[in-house]
């Protein structure tokens, strides 16, 4: 199990050194000694994802480590509001990863800055570089086929089981931690963007143009989100990924699903599912292999000794759930992710919320 740890985490590229790998590194790798330590790409969004090259004037206890590592933090101009989604990652890692099946990248390092420290925003994970294995990104412009997505939607499944309705979540409980999307940090982010100007600015823009204008309306979205919390405070819940759109998934080179950027919450199932489907799958498709998808989803959960609601139920939470990723896309800052991404995550959504009616059902 990683360790949290007091070392102080660099908020500036040039902070990751040779000596700071080294730091970082042993407090899973006793002995490790890092002998270069050289940027050789970054990667901006909503994280930074920074790939260094590394040599090892020693591996400490254990085989070699990996010549090439991503450090994933808080390193941009917006990272300083992000806390809250670094310290969930590190926490993913730290203290859900030893309980899941859920295929991630291998974890050397996951810490917070100790608080008052300047930069206390700050939460690294170091994990090895997935390109080196050859694995396959996913691309939010390129929509899952059928066998992707029932391969992912089972992954998710079994995650879900893990946690399902665990006495865990009570105070003091290994869980307790794990916030629900509707409330302190998350319902704070969402009021921000739902201001009168800053929701007329997203409206306006291409992401806005490609949905259907009564999705426009702000009051009605504020209400919608409301309602999503009520409804989640009186359903099951589990421990979720939190953020599986295309762009934080991978496939292996035998096509299992991969998950990383993980922003783990305790919320209803549906919120995962309506989410990854909504906005992974093309409208066409989606429209034929919903249903069955929704099915393959709950039997899984079924064969994981979980008593799973019943389609009928499943589908009237799926089908309300569709608001809740349609905002996340709507405002998305396009630092975050390109507009070409955030329009066509929001016109797939869009359209399913269309098809399904979920503004009628929220009001």
């Known amino acids: 199990m990683i360790t949290d740890t007091a070392l102080a985490l660099p908020t500036a590229l040039e902070g990751i050194t040779a000596e700071w790998m080294t730091r970082a590194l042993a407090t899973r790798r006793p002995g490790v000694v890092v002998s270069r330590c050289e940027v050789i790409d970054t990667i901006f969004g909503t994280s930074t994802k920074i790939r260094v090259a590394l040599d090892y004037a020693s591996h400490g ?4 480590l990996p010549e090439r590592m991503i450090v994933k933090g808080g390193f941009e101009e917006h990272s300083a509001r992000m806390a809250a989604m670094f310290t969930a990652e590190v926490r993913f890692y730290r203290d859900i990863l030893p309980f899941t099946t859920l295929r991630t990248p291998e974890c050397y390092f996951a810490g917070t800055q100790p608080a008052g420290h300047p930069g206390s925003y700050q939460g690294i994970v170091i994990m090895e570089d997935l390109a080196l294995r050859g694995v396959r990104f996913c691309s939010g412009l390129v929509p899952e086929t059928h066998d992707e997505v029932s391969r992912r939607l089972r992954s998710l499944a079994v995650h879900h089981a893990r946690t399902w309705n665990s006495p865990e979540f009570a105070p003091g409980g290994r869980w307790d931690w794990v916030r629900s999307r509707f409330t302190t940090d998350s319902k704070a982010y969402a009021d921000r963007y739902l201001q009168p100007e800053v929701w007329a600015h997203y409206m306006s823009s291409p992401r806005g143009a490609a949905v ?22 009186r359903s099951d819940l589990c421990i979720i990924h939190g953020d599986t759109h295309l762009g934080n998934l991978y496939i292996e080179p035998d096509g299992t699903p991969g998950f990383f ?38 039997a899984e959960l079924r064969a994981n000794g979980v008593a799973a609601p019943s389609f009928d139920e499943a589908w009237e939470l799926y089908v309300r759930s569709l608001a809740y990723g349609y905002f996340i896309f ?28 979920t503004k009628r059902l929220l009001s």
């Open 261 to 298: 950027d993980m922003q783990s919450a305790r919320a209803n199932w549906a919120l995962e599912v309506a989410y990854h489907v909504g906005v992974s799958v093309d409208v066409a498709d989606r429209r034929r292999w919903e249903g069955g998808l929704l099915e393959t989803y709950l």
């Open 330 to 357: 709507a405002i998305n800052e396009v630092h975050f992710q390109t507009e070409a991404v955030n329009t066509a995550n929001c016109a797939r959504i869009a359209a399913a919320m269309i098809d399904h009616d």
């Open 212 to 233: 259907s204008v009564t999705l426009h309306d702000r009051e009605w979205m504020g209400h919608a989100l409301a309602r999503l919390g009520e409804i989640e405070a």
């Open 61 to 64: 206890e254990g085989p070699p």
